[in-house]
């Protein structure tokens, strides 16, 4: 039968306080603020209003409420006077190219409306990183930032290209040694110009650094293979996983793993085993099977005991002792027998950005017989090519005036390194290529305004074997700007365009292996082999020895912090753009905010609190932390379950000061506090006196009751007993009547719907597949216009998301076992708090469910929402009159509300300029509608796309084929959680995922039969 356990959200939730209580029994989470609409409050409590003048405000109010929805926004369309030939109005036109700013890779398609490019879509064909993030996804909607420097800028005042270019090289003519900072370069037309620059002007230097450093690792390979590159990794192949201190899920060397995880995740005999053993809770984390907290300066330990566990069951020679906790001694034991019953099919990854964990790691990836199979050496990566001692070499001489001139390449080391805007004063001339004036460009000498990659040509190669291309798709929405490379081009005293040294430089190579370069340029990529031999791995024994020994000598705090990457936000870059700060991140289903996590112990030691309000929101605690010398004071605390006791967690990417409206001063500077870019340190907290902090945390919106939501089972379970039945394990409702008992089907109220012809639109979300990432969030935030709002609304819980990503804590513990084990309330209780330290995950995407029997339907005044043929609830927008009882009636709580004007509102929502900006609404999809205030609005399963598909289907005289209609969130999605097709077409794959056992509906005993319905998670813990 299915494992019985109690799902809770947070930690308010699970201590069962009466705020969230009485959460759970409101529909909406505070009174409504009738102040907001009748004038101010005080003005109303000390008058007298009658009877009929409140029947004037009552009538007042409706008739605005439908006025509003009634009127639409008058928009002048400039007609073509001479229509582009490869231009039809309405149709889409797609473009492969490449994404990569020096963190990120992805192969996608770029989608233009009219010349605009408006969206991003995973290119699948690609044999590297074919899927998208949520940054990815967010990367169209930066193009459209008004923020972006629009000219040249020398000493704060605007100047010419031509001008520019000639004091930078009169500057350069006379300097004795030049250096040029850039961010991990895998471009080899860049690297060939660089070289050739270099070799004409030896006091040329070149130095690349990551902002999140990665240098400890790659010295480790770059020490054991003699090249600077690490090996990818075949995680479609490894049957057992354990991951140390990397939320690979996330970002594994700039890899995308997802989509060969995911295969193996999929529920059978052949299902991998993931073990993740780290400090915060992260998304890889939240998706093992077996999670164990260590603190931060035990990771490198836990390899250290893996490595001498499995040398001693192999015959080998174990290395000086681990320190470590007993639970991860036990858990370390089980992954080892685990890893040697999968040899050549299993995996260890280090996230620990140290030279000695590296070498443990590939030590304990030989003895498993893994190089070769799951680790790749001969397909090496170079999205992470930093060098963080150069870095620092390079301070040391700015410091001391040894640095003439410095050009420093699309990086912000003025945010991300504390010390370098000290060292910057000491340089005699300094030029920064960016594209806006961030806290790096406000500080040099001569800034010059680089093109957005969508209005670039590049190449990249990220891997070996692999190259990608990158094309513009709109001409520069900036004129004064041009590509970094072309200004390096031009310092360099080379003529001619980037487009021409990539074409030049490529077209050889390409040609040796019958590509054209037109081909290259519709696909995106090619396959070609442009880096050098593979290598042997040389690791012996003293190597091991040295780095057991350097393991051996960390020495670990009373406290320590542990910097991370948040999904949404990753190193700050991209800080302005609205749609990522918005976007809840998966774990703390927070936003538009970074705070310290905290373990529960930690937080009642220090005295720290997290309190709900009544309407749901959340406030917490500051402390001031100090960590090498640097402090951040009024730090907010959030308390996390499944955190590690002793260590705290920190985001960077937030506390930017020069970054634009939206992220300017949201959260604060991690980067401050990482001295040489260490990734942990011991730091000292600090309880603060001032005032609680506000959160944007969702957590507690949108509650479902207490009823079931998620199912889950155990492998064992799965394999070997029935789905259906008695005692099975995904047994649907059954309610008991005078026939017997019944289905919600057979007991339902209402006259079917003839879904039996014609279409039949469903959606599948596996559960074992979704990974919480959030790139299907941003997908539909893009396609279907969705606004953004802002913290304040957010923590109001009026964000707008269509789709929701619930994240759900999990115990073994429930009242029914404590009765049948005969446990006392005590022992009870405990053992349900047990979970906040190290709990077990699920994510749940919501969104409309298209219910068959919908209950928001049948109580709309006005029909604005209806019911399809083809099994979708439509909303009509120009009907709605705002009642909201379709969002009363609705059981899954996935209706928003325009409480305002969201778009051509730019006082109350400035930080939306998506919609607030004339700029910023280029991106907006003209397929759909921007909603108008006083309207619902919720998931229309993308209908413009399928109308879209049906139409050219119809024109081609050929019925739609599977998979050739896709919603955003479905082709987003890289692991394939999401399924969207037609179930009256029995070949699909949605019908054969409606036919699985493991498919349940959500809240199925209410009866609504929706067109979405849900995959039982299964867990492979045995």
Excluded at 164 to 190: Q, W
Aim: with cysteine; charged share 25%; glycine share 8%.
């Amino acid at each position: 039968m299915a494992e019985q356990k109690q799902y809770w959200k947070g930690m308010a939730e699970l201590d069962g306080s009466v705020s969230t209580s009485e959460l759970g029994k409101k529909e909406f989470p505070g009174e409504i603020p009738m102040e907001d609409f009748l004038g101010d409050a005080q003005s109303l409590e000390n008058g007298s209003t009658s009877r009929r003048d409140f029947l004037k405000y009552l009538g007042f109010s409706t008739a605005a409420a439908t006025m509003a929805a009634c009127e639409a926004p008058i928009i002048e369309s400039i007609p073509y006077v001479v229509k582009p030939d490869e231009l039809i109005p309405g149709v889409p036109s797609y473009y492969a190219s490449s994404f990569y700013d020096g963190h990120d890779f992805a192969s996608v398609l770029i989608k233009t409306r009219e010349g605009r490019p408006i969206k991003l879509e995973p290119n699948t064909d690609s044999p590297f990183n074919g899927g998208t993030n949520a940054r990815v996804q967010g990367s169209v909607l930066s193009l459209y930032d008004n923020g972006r420097l629009k000219e040249p800028m020398k000493g704060g005042e605007a100047t010419d290209q031509a001008a520019f270019d000639t004091e930078v090289r009169s500057k350069l003519d006379a300097a004795n040694r030049v250096v040029v900072l850039a961010h991990s370069v895998s471009s080899p037309s860049y690297k060939k110009m660089m070289s050739e620059w270099i070799s004409a002007n030896p006091n040329v230097g070149f130095i690349q650094y990551d902002s999140v450093d990665h240098s400890g690792k790659l010295d480790a390979w770059e020490q054991m293979t003699g090249v600077r590159a690490m090996p990818s990794v075949d995680m479609a192949s490894a049957r057992v996983i354990v991951a140390v201190g990397s939320d690979f899920l996330s970002s594994l060397n700039g890899q995308s793993v997802s989509k060969g995880y995911a295969v193996r995740r999929e529920p059978g005999k052949d299902m991998s085993r993931h073990y993740q053993f780290e400090s915060n809770m992260s998304l890889a984390g939240a998706n093992a099977d077996h999670r164990v907290r260590v603190k931060a300066s035990e990771q490198a330990q836990v390899l250290l005991a893996l490595y001498n566990e499995i040398a001693a069951k192999t015959g080998g020679s174990p290395l000086n002792k681990a320190k470590l906790g007993t639970a991860a001694k036990s858990m370390i034991g089980q992954a080892a027998q685990d890893l040697l019953g999968a040899r050549g099919a299993s995996l260890v990854i280090n996230g620990v950005n140290d030279a000695s964990a590296e070498m443990l790691a590939a030590g304990i990836n030989r003895m498993l017989e893994n190089e070769g199979r799951t680790v790749r050496m001969d397909e090496r990566l170079y999205i992470r090519n930093g060098n963080e001692a150069a870095l620092q070499s390079l301070i040391k001489d700015m410091k001391a005036g040894a640095v003439d001139v410095l050009i420093m390449d699309r990086v912000n080391p003025v945010y991300d390194r504390a010390e370098f805007a000290e060292a910057l004063e000491g340089v005699a001339y300094s030029v920064c290529l960016t594209d806006r004036m961030d806290e790096t460009a406000k500080l040099s000498d001569a800034v010059f305004p680089s093109t957005h990659y969508m209005e670039s040509w590049s190449d990249q190669m990220p891997k070996d074997g692999f190259l990608g291309l990158t094309q513009p798709v709109i001409r520069p929405l900036f004129p004064a700007s041009r590509p970094a490379e072309e200004s390096l081009m031009a310092f360099a005293g080379m003529s001619g365009t980037y487009y021409d040294y990539i074409k030049k430089h490529l077209s050889p190579t390409l040609s040796s292996r019958g590509i054209s370069w037109s081909k290259m340029v519709h696909d995106g990529f090619a396959a070609v082999e442009m880096g050098g031999s593979a290598g042997d791995m040389s690791l012996d024994g003293a190597q091991l020895a040295q780095a057991a020994a350097a393991v051996g000598a960390m020495k670990a705090s009373e406290y320590e912090i542990a910097f991370y990457e948040k999904e949404g936000m990753g190193t700050g870059s991209m800080s302005n753009n609205p749609w990522l700060q918005e976007m809840p991140d998966p774990i703390t289903r927070t936003s538009w905010d970074n705070y310290l996590t905290m373990s529960p112990a930690d937080a009642l030691s220090l005295g720290v609190t997290n309190s709900h309000q009544q309407d749901g929101s959340m406030k917490g605690t500051k402390v001031n932390i100090e960590v090498n010398g640097a402090s951040l004071n009024d730090v907010p605390v959030l308390i996390q379950p499944g955190q590690a006791q002793g260590t705290f967690g920190l985001a960077v990417g937030y506390g930017r000061t020069d970054a634009g409206k939206a992220g300017n001063g949201i959260g604060h500077n991690a980067y401050a506090l990482m001295k040489d870019a260490g990734m942990w340190a011991g730091a000292k907290v600090t309880a603060s006196d001032a005032e609680e902090h506000e959160f944007a945390c969702i957590q507690l919106h949108h509650t479902m009751m207490g009823r079931q939501i998620v199912k889950e089972v155990g492998l064992e379970t799965f394999l070997n007993e029935p789905a259906k039945g008695k005692g099975g394990w995904n047994n649907r409702t059954e309610f008991e009547t005078h026939k017997g008992p019944l289905s919600p089907d057979e007991t339902n109220l209402w006259q079917d719907f003839d879904h039996e012809t014609g279409h039949f639109w469903n959606l599948s979300i596996d559960l074992n597949k979704c990974l919480g990432c959030g790139a299907c969030v941003i997908a539909c935030h893009a396609e279907n216009n969705v606004p953004v709002v802002g913290k304040d609304e957010v923590r109001r819980s009026r964000d707008m998301h269509w789709l929701r990503i619930d994240r759900y804590y999990s115990s073994d513990m429930t009242d029914e076992r404590a009765e049948e084990e005969g446990i006392g309330a005590i022992d009870k209780f405990k053992g349900m708090e047990d979970p906040a330290v190290e709990p077990q995950v699920v994510f749940q995407p919501v969104m409309c469910q298209h219910c068959n029997h919908a209950p928001c339907e049948t109580v709309c005044p006005v029909a604005a929402t209806s019911h399809s043929a083809e099994g979708l609830n439509h909303m009509a927008y120009n009907r709605c009159i705002g009642t909201r009882y379709c969002a009363n009636n609705c059981p899954y709580k996935v209706r928003r509300f325009n409480w305002f004007l969201y778009h051509e509102n730019q006082d109350q929502f400035d930080v939306n300029y998506a919609m607030n900006d004339d700029l910023g609404k280029m991106v907006l999809n003209p397929d759909v509608t921007v909603r108008s205030r006083g309207v619902m609005e919720k998931c229309s399963m993308c209908v413009q796309r399928t109308q879209y598909g049906k139409l050219e289907a119809k024109k081609q005289s050929r019925p739609l084929r599977d998979g050739e209609v896709q919603t955003a969130c479905a082709q987003a999605c890289e692991t394939g959680a999401l399924v969207f097709g037609d179930a009256n077409d029995g070949d699909s794959k949605i019908a054969a995922a409606k036919k699985d056992e493991r498919m349940y509906y959500l809240l199925d005993e209410v009866g609504t039969q929706p067109s979405v319905f849900y995959q039982t998670k299964v867990r492979n813990q045995a």
